[in-house]
């Protein structure tokens, strides 16, 4: 399992694989962790126990099973954790709501996050980033973006153009591995893009894609070089039954 630098030489990002292709990311400040849609609580608790962390937080991006469904088992082996997520009447665990442009320290780390409000995939969807890197859930993924299951196009289009403000060196954790899928769906419609191929052929050496980077995406991603929500709705369609 690799691991990936991060603002402090003592923060690394760690994937942990849950169900077909789900990542829950583990982001470790020495011996204290910060969990990010943790959906399944299994291989959470056993990473944590194998490696002596203490979890000091969950973030949650949004409602859905595959990434709040370890949630209240791991509460229960860590009840003093605090979680953060979106407003959301469903949830059935504690938790603290966060808003676009609030700002979340964790308490005896040095981590730190901003929060934006991206609505598309679903109407309560938030990602959480800072200085490099970005936790964007179901938002974005490496070539692609997530399904509209409650939002509309122009509602994802405009929460990708948020993304796309951010420092093109962020690294992208998105929350599934689809990389590969997307990249040949783009390679569909985008043609003569050096930049893609040559993703095409290092992205399929690789188990796990990510994390991506804005830089990348912004060249690469059909969703994000959509000049306008009508282009963008249109290519949404287009992968819907590809």
């Keep these: 399992m690799h691991t990936n630098n991060s603002l402090h030489s003592n923060i690394t990002v760690i994937p942990i694989k849950a169900f077909s292709d789900n990542y829950i990311w583990l982001i470790k400040d020495g011996n204290n962790a910060v969990l990010v849609d943790p959906g399944d609580a299994d291989p959470v608790l056993n990473y944590l126990s194998n490696n002596s962390l203490c979890l000091k937080a969950i973030l949650v991006t949004h409602k859905h099973h595959d990434h709040i469904g370890g949630i209240i088992n791991i509460k229960e082996r860590f009840p003093n954790i605090k979680v953060y997520g979106p407003l959301n009447p469903s949830f059935n665990f504690e938790y603290t709501d966060v808003h676009e442009s609030d700002s979340i320290k964790i308490e005896g780390t040095n981590l730190h996050f901003n929060v934006l409000e991206t609505p598309g995939h679903t109407n309560d969807h938030i990602v959480y980033y800072n200085e490099e890197n970005l936790f964007c859930g179901d938002t974005l993924f490496g070539c692609g973006c997530g399904r509209l299951f409650e939002g509309t196009a122009e509602e994802m289009f405009n929460s990708l153009q948020k993304l796309k403000m ?22 569909s419609i985008i043609k003569n893009n050096s930049l893609l191929s040559q993703r095409f052929h290092k992205d399929k050496l690789k188990l796990n894609t990510l994390p991506t980077t804005i830089e990348v995406e912004l060249t690469t991603n059909p969703f994000l070089l959509a000049e306008n ?6 290519i949404r369609l287009k992968k819907d039954v590809f």
């Design 166 to 187: 951010l420092k093109p060196s962020t690294k992208v954790f998105c929350a599934h591995e689809y990389t590969m899928e997307n990249i040949r769906f783009a390679q």
């Design 229 to 234: 929500s009508e282009e963008f709705k249109r």
